[in-house]
C-alpha cells in the first residue's frame, strides 16, 4: 500500500510568495494532521481533519497559515504570503479512526523562505 | 494541557553500548506509541504500547508502558550505527484526538 504522500518534497521561496504543500494520505485513513517541526521547537501540530471536517487549528500560528481537505485524498496547506520564520519542514500524517490510533507520516515538505 | 518529557535530549554513544530513552508525563494515556525519525524523513511508527506494565520487543529494542501509563521507556541493547536518529515518544489521550509528542531524543551511534 502506498504511505502518506506529500508534494513537493522541497520548496524554496522568496519572502512574500504565496507556498501551497500538497497531502495525499493513505486510503481508508479517516484523520488527517499536519504538523511543521524546527530543531528549537520540535513537532508542533498546526491543524487536523476528521472526516474531511476541520476539529482543531489552534495550532495554526497565524492567519497567513490555511488549509483545506476538500475529499478524503488530499489536503493543502497554503502559506499567503510567507516569511523566512516560517522556514521549517511539514508533515502530513494520517490514521483510521479508532484505536489504536497509529498514525502514518509522509516523508515531508522542507520550506526554505528567503 | 498533557505534556510528554522525554530525557535524555542527546545521546552520543559507542557501538555496542547499551542505552535507556526515557517518555514521562503526570498524565494517563489510553496508549502510547515510539517512532524513529531519520534525517530527510518523516517519522515512522515503531510500536504502540497499550496496557499498563505491557512490555514489546523488537530485535534489540524493549519498549515498556508504565504501570499507571503516565511513562515510557525504550532500551535499546547492543546499539548499531543504524539505530542512529530522532526517537519520539507519542501519547494518546482519549478518543479520537490528537497524539502528544514528546520533543524526542537525539541518539547518535557511533563505530
Known amino acids: 500500500d502506498a504511505g502518506v504522500i506529500q508534494s513537493p518534497r522541497h520548496e524554496v521561496t522568496e519572502m512574500g510568495q504565496e507556498v501551497t504543500l500538497r497531502c495525499k494520505p493513505i486510503s481508508g485513513h479517516n484523520s488527517l494532521f499536519w504538523y511543521r517541526q524546527t530543531m528549537m521547537r520540535g513537532l508542533e501540530l498546526l491543524i487536523y481533519?476528521?472526516?474531511?471536517?476541520?476539529?482543531?487549528d489552534s495550532g495554526m500560528p497565524e492567519d497567513r497559515f490555511s488549509a483545506k481537505m476538500p475529499n478524503a485524498s488530499f489536503s493543502t496547506l497554503k502559506i499567503q504570503p510567507s516569511e523566512p520564520r516560517d522556514s521549517a519542514v511539514y508533515f502530513c500524517a494520517s490514521r483510521r479512526a479508532g484505536g489504536p490510533y497509529e498514525q502514518y507520516f509522509g516523508p515531508g515538505t522542507r520550506l526554505t523562505v528567503t | 494541557t498533557q505534556l510528554l518529557e522525554q530525557s535524555p535530549q542527546f545521546l552520543s554513544i559507542q557501538e555496542g553500548e547499551n542505552l535507556t530513552v526515557y517518555c514521562n508525563s503526570s498524565s494517563v494515556f489510553s496508549s502510547l506509541q515510539w517512532y524513529r525519525q531519520e534525517p530527510g524523513e518523516g517519522p515512522v511508527l515503531l510500536v504502540t504500547?497499550?496496557?499498563?506494565?505491557e512490555v514489546k520487543k523488537l530485535k534489540r529494542l524493549t519498549f515498556q508502558f508504565g504501570d499507571a501509563r503516565k511513562d515510557s521507556s525504550l532500551h535499546i541493547t547492543a546499539a548499531q550505527p543504524g539505530d542512529t536518529g530522532l526517537y519520539l515518544c507519542?501519547?494518546?489521550?482519549?478518543?479520537?484526538?490528537?497524539?502528544?509528542f514528546g520533543k524526542g531524543t537525539r541518539l547518535s551511534v557511533i563505530a
Open positions: 504500547v497499550v496496557t499498563g506494565g
Open positions: 507519542a501519547g494518546h489521550p482519549s478518543g479520537n484526538t490528537p497524539l502528544v
Open positions: 481533519f476528521n472526516n474531511n471536517v476541520p476539529i482543531d
